[in-house]
């Protein structure tokens, strides 16, 4: 189960990692840094991916979120097609 939309919280961000083979986690950094897999970011959230804010919807086992209409996805951003 991905991490809330809203209302997340560095305990969401370490169960999503930890609960999904990931390793142990220790701050919102180290999961960022260390922990965490550049395809489990939902595009319409992640920035930067070191906020608790760009977490929104992440999931561990890196399944692409799914987003509506034309738009493709090249392992970094959703771009229109």
């Not at 991490?3 to 609960?19: C, M, N, Q």
């Not at 319409?44 to 738009?71: E, M």
Request: hydrophobic letters at 30%; glycine letters at 12%.
């Amino acid at each position: 189960m991905a991490v809330p939309i809203t209302g997340a919280t560095l305990r969401d961000v370490k169960t999503e990692i930890e609960g999904n083979g990931g390793g142990t986690v220790t701050s919102l950094k180290d999961a960022h840094d260390n922990e965490s897999n550049a395809s489990g970011f939902d595009p319409i959230y992640a920035v930067t991916g070191d906020t608790l804010k760009d977490f929104r919807n992440y999931s561990h086992d890196g399944d692409p979120p799914t987003v509506p209409g034309n738009v493709r996805w090249d392992h970094t951003i959703w771009a229109p097609m």
